[in-house]
């Protein structure tokens, strides 16, 4: 009978003690996934703090062309853009926010991306395709810096490639140049004699012979996108030839464009003289000297500005695209008309623009970008 007694005592006591073990294996495992998980999501807090930088610290610059930053054109666009960015996030000028580095001359370009290099920028833009070297060699060499060029493409992981369907913004100004021309004489002015330029020439050439085709088209290149003086030289022969609107794709060189047109309309005021703009709305650049009337008849607006704020907050963000070619077109507003000389530009001519704006982007029309394609699609008018 004690031994039944001793028995059932060691049992229950054995049941008893497996239970309680049980129970703190149990909680001890809990206790070991909750702190697990706590660890890990410290783990990944410090991960995203380490790729994602704040806007503190986050810095980008630009390489000018020698067009310099105050070009009226495709440089000061892409500074403005970036002063943009800049102030967005609270950020001054200088090292530790957003830069740029002017081109004098060809040389400096290679120099200048260094140093911005050496000064720890995150992304360091080149603006203009006559970068293209300087970017493809600073990039190989710094394989885990990012940069971005405009307006070409640099096949390099770290490189993200900015283009714009330059085409399809002159196909528009060159219909507003045909529509508004009284002598059936129009002018290009191109700066380097170019791929990206002949995408300017053979856009605006397209727009005026699709609204008419006997229109006469004088079409130069100064060879620079600096030299003012030949701009004006080269706008001189045109106006005096006849032709009463040029457009320019020139860079500071198309500055000498505008102050001839504004030296003929002060000593002719009678006389409708007209330039066309690039890039940004160059309404200002054709104010006269009393700031009365401008002799910008519109502007052909490439984004440059919004190309460079964008990619800087992809960067900033984490979402930096190295190796990616972007462009924007006429489908997200990259580029346009301007509209603001409302005087110069006729109901008739903005309802033109529209409707063939809307032939471009239904795919009813292709405009052509290069001299080749120009060809056949004068040919199938």
């Given at each position: 009978?004690?031994?039944?007694?001793i028995?059932?005592s060691?049992?229950?006591?054995?049941?008893?003690?497996?239970?309680?073990?049980?129970c703190?294996?149990s909680?001890?495992?809990?206790?070991?996934?909750?702190?697990?998980?706590?660890?890990?999501n410290n783990?990944?807090?410090?991960?995203?703090?380490?790729?994602?930088?704040?806007?503190?610290d986050?810095?980008?610059a630009?390489v000018?062309?020698?067009g310099g930053v105050d070009?009226?054109?495709?440089n000061q666009?892409a500074?403005?853009?970036?002063?943009?960015?800049?102030?967005?996030?609270?950020?001054?000028?200088?090292?530790?926010?957003?830069?740029?580095?002017?081109?004098?001359?060809d040389?400096?370009?290679?120099?200048?991306?260094?140093?911005?290099?050496?000064?720890?920028f995150?992304?360091?833009?080149?603006?203009?395709?006559?970068?293209?070297?300087?970017v493809?060699?600073i990039?190989?060499?710094?394989?885990?810096?990012s940069?971005?060029?405009?307006d070409?493409?640099?096949?390099?992981?770290?490189?993200?490639?900015i283009?714009?369907?330059?085409h399809?913004?002159?196909?528009?100004?060159?219909?507003a140049?045909?529509?508004?021309?009284?002598?059936?004489?129009?002018?290009?002015?191109?700066?380097?004699?170019?791929?990206?330029?002949?995408?300017?020439e053979?856009?605006?050439?397209?727009?005026?012979?699709?609204?008419?085709?006997?229109?006469?088209?004088?079409i130069?290149?100064?060879?620079?996108?600096?030299?003012a003086?030949?701009?004006k030289?080269?706008a001189t022969?045109m106006?005096?030839?006849g032709a009463?609107?040029?457009?320019?794709?020139a860079g500071?060189t198309?500055?000498g464009?505008?102050?001839q047109?504004?030296?003929?309309?002060k000593?002719?005021?009678?006389?409708?003289i007209w330039?066309?703009g690039?890039?940004?709305?160059?309404?200002?650049?054709g104010?006269?000297?009393?700031?009365?009337?401008?002799v910008?008849?519109?502007?052909?607006?490439k984004?440059?500005?919004?190309?460079?704020?964008?990619?800087s907050?992809l960067?900033?963000?984490?979402e930096?695209?190295?190796?990616?070619?972007?462009?924007?077109g006429?489908?997200?507003?990259g580029?346009?008309?301007?509209?603001?000389?409302?005087?110069?530009?006729?109901?008739d001519?903005?309802?033109a623009?529209k409707d063939w704006e809307?032939?471009?982007?239904?795919?009813?029309?292709?405009?052509?970008?290069?001299r080749d394609?120009l060809?056949?699609?004068?040919?199938?008018?």
């Amino acid at each position: 009978m004690n031994l039944h007694k001793i028995l059932y005592s060691f049992c229950f006591m054995l049941i008893i003690s497996l239970f309680l073990v049980a129970c703190g294996s149990s909680n001890g495992d809990n206790t070991n996934a909750g702190d697990n998980e706590a660890a890990t999501n410290n783990s990944n807090t410090e991960e995203s703090n380490e790729n994602d930088k704040s806007a503190e610290d986050y810095t980008v610059a630009m390489v000018t062309d020698t067009g310099g930053v105050d070009d009226k054109s495709f440089n000061q666009s892409a500074w403005e853009g970036l002063q943009a960015w800049g102030e967005e996030h609270g950020l001054e000028q200088g090292q530790d926010g957003y830069d740029y580095s002017q081109s004098e001359d060809d040389s400096d370009y290679l120099p200048n991306f260094t140093r911005l290099v050496r000064n720890d920028f995150d992304i360091v833009f080149g603006i203009g395709f006559l970068l293209e070297d300087a970017v493809s060699k600073i990039a190989s060499q710094n394989p885990d810096k990012s940069f971005a060029i405009v307006d070409t493409v640099v096949e390099e992981p770290n490189v993200a490639s900015i283009t714009f369907a330059e085409h399809q913004g002159s196909f528009l100004v060159g219909v507003a140049a045909a529509m508004t021309t009284k002598t059936d004489k129009v002018g290009f002015v191109g700066g380097v004699d170019s791929d990206l330029i002949n995408k300017f020439e053979v856009g605006f050439v397209s727009g005026v012979k699709s609204v008419d085709p006997n229109i006469e088209i004088n079409i130069q290149y100064a060879e620079d996108f600096s030299d003012a003086a030949k701009g004006k030289l080269i706008a001189t022969q045109m106006y005096n030839d006849g032709a009463d609107i040029i457009y320019h794709a020139a860079g500071a060189t198309g500055n000498g464009v505008f102050a001839q047109a504004k030296d003929i309309k002060k000593n002719e005021p009678e006389r409708e003289i007209w330039v066309i703009g690039v890039d940004r709305d160059q309404y200002e650049e054709g104010l006269n000297e009393d700031g009365s009337a401008s002799v910008t008849l519109t502007s052909m607006v490439k984004r440059v500005d919004i190309s460079v704020h964008e990619v800087s907050n992809l960067g900033m963000n984490g979402e930096f695209p190295g190796g990616e070619i972007i462009e924007f077109g006429l489908e997200d507003e990259g580029v346009g008309i301007a509209t603001t000389n409302e005087e110069a530009l006729s109901t008739d001519v903005l309802d033109a623009v529209k409707d063939w704006e809307e032939k471009i982007k239904n795919g009813e029309i292709t405009v052509p970008k290069s001299r080749d394609e120009l060809k056949e699609f004068e040919e199938n008018m």
